[in-house]
């Protein structure tokens, strides 16, 4: 095992008074695609010190705070809606099979019955979100935010929000969105690559399009403000596959409805009492296939076909049609997870793109200063002083190194003598190389708890100093010449000070990633890939290469402009539930997540 970043301190003072944090105005994540959260999952992740080893406990805990199975108890009201295979909704989406489920949403992928493309329906991810007003609130500004980001034109990095509408059920009011169907998040690639770093390429062209993102939506005016493994999703490289699979599941419904529903119109001359026991019969079947689902999804969910949820001209023998084909159909197979095609997974086939935006705020309309999850925490969120769009930098220079190394840049312990929040700002001054600026150290609500008037630490004396040049080569063996290239690329976005922290479109002119693999006809043939899964053959790429905002066009370099036009997959992806967030933010180090990352948000899109 590698030698931790340093020894135990063994010198401390007084043990500083525990801050009292203000409960967040909003509280809950609604994010599924992803698959985020305020503090989602950070202080359940363990390690030591910067750079520090995972155990096994945080592979256990780290990307699936919750899993990807729904808690039975939050069938009630303000709680989760009662989904099953194959009701329709919206009159236009059919469920076919569920993706994940997190602390805040059910993730189902869909069939989008107004959308017939030549093969068949194009393929969507849903999120329906529990009926809780603070769920929806929230899931409300998110999709205030895509819709910000997506005016005019979209960008290829950041998941697209195709529609949402309101659903009524048996436990409240729900608000459903509907986004494009992405693959497994960058959490599950980590684990893929046994925690021990993805190669270089790989990361080099994932920091790339992180970064696109970033300056994309940047210029736009939004925040993500939770920048992490779990809520950057990777799109389907087995597209194709996905789309055969679900649309075999739609085209046996379809056909079963509409043999149902010839069977129905033949017995057109039955009597009334005849055609009122065909119907309980059909009823009947459906509790049964239901009972079915409850085995394996949840006991909570028995009878929704019962309760009346069909939405598309659910009334009368259409109702009856659908539940008939359904109770014939059975539980459909889902789509194989593309992490368990992650082996074939090639280099040129990799596209990142930004999920979540459940916590994410306008940059001049912050709702809350309770930001970031631990490991990704920018200094001046934790001395709590005025932040801005580059704290987004800061977390994405950790998730860089994470994805080097399989191991988290800070990871803070508190001890008797000191506080969590102290240890965090110690690991980032033996990294940087220097204390705080006294400006920035002492301009925080909560500096007096971590500084003295001077600027030095108040409790943690003993330091032991570690530059990120000689933590990749000493603890991870990394050639001299590309650590110092690495850090050199990294360290402007751990800058102390937000107003001095490098901006994400001129991180991207580092010669770092101009040394990445370009984009490339390999890249745009990927599209044309996923063009054809979803059409049939109807290429879809062109008005995609096209959907990158020219806000962020007008901040990227030569190279970044190529990368934006050469990878447009924007069609390609959806949404998990990926980082659901406690619902009580009062304590901001109190993190749960589920995936999807997954489901995954994107799960994160998740099963």
Not at 88 to 104: D, E, P, T
Not at 465 to 474: A, H, M, Q
Not at 489 to 509: S, T, V, Y
Request: proline share 5%; glycine share 6%.
């Amino acid at each position: 095992m590698a030698p931790p970043r340093r020894k135990p301190r063994r010198i401390g003072g007084q043990a500083p008074k525990r801050r009292a944090v203000k409960p967040a105005a909003r509280t809950g994540n609604a994010a599924a695609a992803h698959g985020g959260s305020s503090h989602s999952e950070s202080d359940s992740r363990s390690g030591s010190c910067s750079g520090s080893s995972r155990s096994s406990e945080d592979r256990s805990s780290s990307g699936e705070s919750a899993s990807d199975e729904d808690d039975p108890r939050d069938y009630k009201h303000g709680g989760y809606h009662p989904v099953t295979p194959y009701q329709v909704y919206n009159a236009r989406y059919r469920v076919l099979s569920k993706l994940g489920a997190g602390a805040f949403s059910t993730v189902w992928l869909c069939a989008d019955e107004k959308n017939q493309l030549e093969a068949g329906p194009e393929l969507l991810a849903m999120k329906v979100c529990k009926s809780k007003r603070s769920v929806t609130e929230q899931a409300m500004d998110e999709i205030a935010l895509f819709e910000r980001l997506q005016e005019g034109t979209a960008s290829p990095r950041v998941v697209q929000l195709r529609g949402h509408f309101w659903h009524s059920g048996p436990n409240g009011r729900h608000k459903c969105m509907v986004f494009e169907v992405m693959g497994e998040n960058l959490l599950t690639l980590v684990k893929h690559f046994n925690y021990d770093g993805l190669p270089i390429p790989w990361v080099q062209r994932i920091s790339r399009h992180t970064l696109e993102g970033l300056a994309y939506i940047h210029a736009r005016g939004v925040i993500h403000t939770d920048i992490k493994l779990e809520n950057v999703l990777v799109q389907r490289h087995d597209l194709h596959l996905m789309y055969e699979e679900g649309r075999k599941a739609h085209r046996a419904f379809t056909e079963q409805r509409r043999l149902t529903g010839a069977a129905q119109t033949n017995s057109g001359n039955l009597s009334k009492s005849q055609k009122k026991r065909q119907k309980k019969k059909a009823k009947a079947a459906q509790a049964k296939e239901d009972e079915k689902i409850q085995e394996e999804l949840q006991a909570d969910q028995a009878g929704a076909a019962e309760e009346g949820d069909l939405e598309a001209d659910g009334e009368g023998d259409t109702a009856a049609a659908d539940t008939a084909a359904a109770a014939a159909c059975g539980r459909p197979v889902p789509p194989v997870r593309q992490r368990a095609r992650l082996e074939s997974l090639q280099l040129d086939q990799v596209f990142a793109k930004l999920a979540d935006f459940g916590n994410g705020c306008r940059i001049d309309r912050k709702v809350t200063d309770d930001i970031q999850t631990r490991q990704y925490r920018s200094p001046e969120v934790i001395v709590g002083a005025d932040w801005n769009e580059t704290a987004d930098n800061w977390s994405a220079a950790c998730m860089f190194f994470e994805l080097l190394t399989g191991d988290f840049l800070f990871d803070p312990r508190s001890s008797k003598d000191w506080s969590r929040d102290e240890d965090h700002l110690a690991l980032m001054i033996e990294l940087v190389g220097e204390l705080p600026p006294k400006q920035l150290a002492l301009s925080g609500r909560y500096s007096r708890d971590f500084f003295l008037n001077s600027g030095k630490l108040k409790h943690i004396k003993k330091l032991k100093f570690w530059s990120l040049p000689e933590v990749l080569i000493e603890k991870y063996k990394m050639d001299e010449t590309e650590a110092e290239e690495i850090s050199d690329f990294l360290l402007p976005m751990l800058r102390w000070e937000p107003c001095h922290r490098q901006q994400a479109a001129d991180a991207l002119k580092h010669r770092w990633l101009q040394e990445a693999p370009p984009a490339t006809a390999s890249e745009s043939a990927s599209c044309s890939v996923g063009a054809s899964a979803r059409s049939g053959g109807e290429d879809g790429c062109t008005a995609a290469v096209q959907s990158t905002g020219s806000a962020a066009a007008s901040t990227a370099t030569p190279e970044t402009s190529t990368a934006f036009a050469a990878t447009p997959e924007t069609s390609t992806a959806s949404i998990a539930d990926p980082s659901p967030v406690s619902e009580d933010h009062a304590d901001p180090d109190l993190e749960s997540r589920l995936l999807p990352s997954v489901a995954t948000w994107y799960l994160h899109t998740v099963e």
